[in-house]
T-cell receptor, first 113, second 111 residues
Framework: DAGVTQSPTHLIKTRGQQVTLRCSPK?????VSWYQQALGQGPQFIFQ???????QRGNFPDRFSGHQFPNYSSELNVNALLLGDSALYLC????????????FGPGTRLTVT | GQNIDQPTEMTATEGAIVQINCTYQ??????LFWYQQHAGEAPTFLSY????GLEEKGRFSSFLSRSKGYSYLLLKELQMKDSASYLC????????????FGDGTTLTVKP
C-alpha cells in the first residue's frame, strides 16, 4: 500500500519564476492538504482540496494556487517566487475533510535563489 | 486567532521519562494532535485528543485539559531514536487539514 508521494524531492528556482509541486495521496484517500514548513517552524496550512475544489484556505497570497484531479492527486503552483518561499512543502492526505488522521508525504524542498 | 506555544528544545537521558508541554489559545477547538518529525522527514501522527484526560499508546501518552488550554506528550523509556521534533497542532473546526501547528519541540536523547 503506497503512502503519500510527492515530487520532486528537491527543487531550486530563481526569484520571479513559477513552480509546480505534485502530490499523490495514500490509497483510498480523497482529500489533500498542502502545508509550507520553513526551517525551524511548524507546518503552516496553505489550502485543502476535496472533490476537485478548494475547501479551506490559510493566510497565503493568491500567488499560491492549486488543483485536484479526478484521481485525487493534487498540484501546488506558486507564481512570482520570492526568497521567502524557500521551505519544505508538505502534502497530507485523509479520507474526507473531517477525518482526524492525516498522513504526510515526504515533502518537496524548494530553494529560491 | 490561533496561538500555540511549546518549548523550543529539551534534552533527556536514554531510559528516562520526558514531558513536552503545549499551551494553546484558539478561536475554536475540535481536537489536539501530536506529531513526531525526524530531521528532513515528514511528520508522523502520534496522538489525537478531543476530550479531557490521558490517552495512552505504548511508550507515548498524551493529556488534554480543554479548560486550561493545555496538553502534554509523555514519552517513557526514552530511546535514542526518539530524538526528533515533536509538533503540537490544534484544529479549530471539524476539518483536520486546517490545523494550526506549533513550532515544535526538538528533543535530544543522550546516552
Amino acid at each position: 500500500d503506497a503512502g503519500v508521494t510527492q515530487s520532486p524531492t528537491h527543487l531550486i528556482k530563481t526569484r520571479g519564476q513559477q513552480v509546480t509541486l505534485r502530490c499523490s495521496p495514500k490509497s483510498g484517500h480523497d482529500t489533500v492538504s498542502w502545508y509550507q514548513q520553513a526551517l525551524g517552524q511548524g507546518p503552516q496550512f496553505i489550502f485543502q482540496y476535496y472533490e476537485e475544489e478548494e475547501r479551506q484556505r490559510g493566510n497565503f497570497p493568491d500567488r499560491f494556487s492549486g488543483h485536484q484531479f479526478p484521481n485525487y492527486s493534487s498540484e501546488l503552483n506558486v507564481n512570482a517566487l520570492l526568497l521567502g518561499d524557500s521551505a519544505l512543502y508538505l502534502c497530507a492526505s485523509a479520507t474526507g475533510t473531517s477525518s482526524y488522521e492525516q498522513y504526510f508525504g515526504p515533502g518537496t524542498r524548494l530553494t529560491v535563489t | 486567532g490561533q496561538n500555540i506555544d511549546q518549548p523550543t528544545e529539551m534534552t533527556a537521558t536514554e531510559g528516562a521519562i520526558v514531558q513536552i508541554n503545549c499551551t494553546y489559545q484558539t478561536s475554536g477547538f475540535n481536537g489536539l494532535f501530536w506529531y513526531q518529525q525526524h530531521a528532513g522527514e515528514a511528520p508522523t501522527f502520534l496522538s489525537y485528543n478531543v476530550l479531557d484526560g490521558l490517552e495512552e499508546k505504548g511508550r507515548f501518552s498524551s493529556f488534554l485539559s480543554r479548560s486550561k488550554g493545555y496538553s502534554y506528550l509523555l514519552l517513557k523509556e526514552l530511546q535514542m531514536k526518539d530524538s526528533a521534533s515533536y509538533l503540537c497542532a490544534v484544529r479549530a473546526n471539524t476539518n483536520a487539514g486546517k490545523s494550526t501547528f506549533g513550532d515544535g519541540t526538538t528533543l535530544t536523547v543522550k546516552p
